[in-house]
């Protein structure tokens, strides 16, 4: 017996929405421990302000010790390039291009920019009528 594009596209519906509902689940089922990690995290700080200490120890039990991350985001882009090209600053700035813009101006140039390459990946998709 011959399954046909159909059946096939009914198969891969119904098991995405299965997962998607399975997903749902799983984040309700973790919501009271991720919460309950939050409220000891939230107690730890509050020890080690305290404290005025950066780590602790328990030993045979764990390490628990604070760091800091940055996230930088452009507030004013015009702002950051006029500083960037003045003071050749360019380690502030990540290497990374537009691929819609790329696409856009190899549609209208036919080439691509000068130091630019493009890959292209084909992917399925699927629509729920």
Known sequence: MTITIKELILQYVDLRYKKSQ???RHKEELAP???????LESVFMIEMDKNDVDSVSARGVGT???STRANATVADFDLLKAYVLEHDAWEL???R????AVEAYLEDT?????????TRVMKINVRKD
Do not use: C, H, M
């Open 64 to 66: 628990i010790y604070r």
């Open 22 to 24: 399975l997903q749902d």
């Open 97 to 100: 291009v537009s691929a819609p």
């Open 93 to 95: 700035l990540q290497a």
């Open 110 to 118: 036919g080439e691509l920019p000068p130091g630019v390459n493009i």
């Open 33 to 39: 421990f991720n919460q309950a990690l939050a409220g």
